[in-house]
């Protein structure tokens, strides 16, 4: 294809890819607010965030869904990136094109499962009963004669209880004596039982009817819903983590993009891997920068090469610009004149024939 061509084929398309830039950004800001208007309690327990989702799960799903939309509509502008660096540059590699639908498309699927799941949770969460409560005296005889038979022991701090969850999955709680909390660890650890100290929970309510934070809690381990959504997010992320290095790159290659821009995204994608949340939202603002560049409304216009068809590579650093032709019609530079005397001197010097050289005599 000419260069003619691609650049034809891009301009009918730099519209709707500029239009698919600048929707991710604005809906993943408006999911945010929606997803603040459900008041889901994140910062607290875990048996306060499943209270409040309970009421919330609807708004959340709203804000899940209208995420997975901004992030569908992610491969539009970076294929139209991806095609352009391709147009310019035959080093780019026609199956890195997967990069640019595997990130987005696992990313979306994943909110939704993610959702699937905590509301699966909280319904469970809602159906149980708080745990049975017993003596004391009961937990140190099962410890003493049968430790095997307990999984774990959470121990709350401001109640002075603690939450025993038994190998068949059952729980109970029992209240113990101020002073011995020191001393339960220590038989835990002697008897090999796993223990969690909890300054935050507390047990069973069963005025409420609420189960205990331990019980919240093995509830969100024991969740296979939950699993998938933590499995999904890796090779998200990765996608994501590829897409964003390797189209920015070959763009910058190809001169479609300016260094700064181009170094900017592929730092925002190496930067995934370390800080998500922030690093996705920075992509997203790259992202809507590209929109501005597809119509030529970014700051500092557009490189050269989208108006050319063809690659220009960006000079290397400390490597300076081609000089330019010398045409013959302009010669900057200072002259001065020439005297009446140095024209005949130069006139005689012209016309002098050359003087004879004299052979040397041979005796």
């Known amino acids: 294809m000419e260069g003619q061509q691609i650049v034809e084929r891009e301009r009918r398309w730099a519209v709707p890819a500029a239009l698919a830039a600048g929707l991710p950004l604005v809906l993943y800001v408006i999911s945010v607010f929606v997803e603040q208007s459900a008041n889901i309690d994140s910062g607290g327990t875990t048996v306060e965030e499943l209270r409040s989702l309970q009421g919330g799960s609807g708004t959340v799903l709203l804000a899940a869904v209208i995420r997975a939309i901004g992030f569908l509509a992610i491969p539009i502008p970076m294929l139209y990136l991806f095609r352009a660096a391709q147009a310019r540059n035959p080093r780019v590699h026609p199956a890195m094109v997967g990069f640019v639908f595997i990130g987005p498309i696992l990313l979306a699927a994943q909110g939704i499962v993610a959702w699937a799941a905590q509301d699966r949770i909280s319904s469970d969460f809602a159906a149980m009963g708080a745990e049975p409560s017993r003596l004391y005296s009961k937990f140190q005889s099962q410890l003493k004669s049968s430790p095997e038979s307990i999984e774990k022991v959470t121990l709350y701090t401001q109640p002075h209880a ?138 500092g216009g557009r ?61």
């Open 303 to 363: 490189p050269p090469a989208w108006e050319t068809g063809e690659a220009i590579p960006w000079p290397k650093p400390g490597e300076e610009p081609a000089a330019p032709r010398q045409t013959g019609r302009t010669v900057e530079g200072e002259a001065t004149e020439v005297g009446a005397g140095d024209e005949a001197a130069a006139s005689q010097g012209a016309q002098a024939p050359p003087g004879k050289r004299k052979r040397k005599r041979r005796r």
């Open 162 to 299: 603690l939450d025993v969850e038994r190998s068949d999955g059952s729980f109970y709680s029992a209240s113990y004596p101020p002073k011995a909390g020191g001393r339960i660890q220590a038989d835990l650890q002697g008897a090999g039982v796993d223990s969690e100290v909890d300054s935050e929970g507390a047990p069973g309510d069963p005025r409420t009817d609420t189960p205990g934070e331990a019980v919240a809690d093995a509830l969100v381990d024991d969740s296979s819903e939950r699993q998938v959504a933590s499995g999904m997010l890796f090779p998200a992320v990765l996608g994501l983590v590829v897409m964003m290095i390797y189209v920015p790159l070959q763009a910058l290659r190809a001169g479609l993009l300016t260094r700064f821009a181009g170094s900017l995204g592929v730092a925002l994608g190496a930067s995934m891997i370390l800080i998500l949340p922030v690093a996705l939202f920075a992509s997203l603002l790259w992202l809507a920068y590209l929109g501005l560049l597809y119509v030529g409304r970014a700051p």
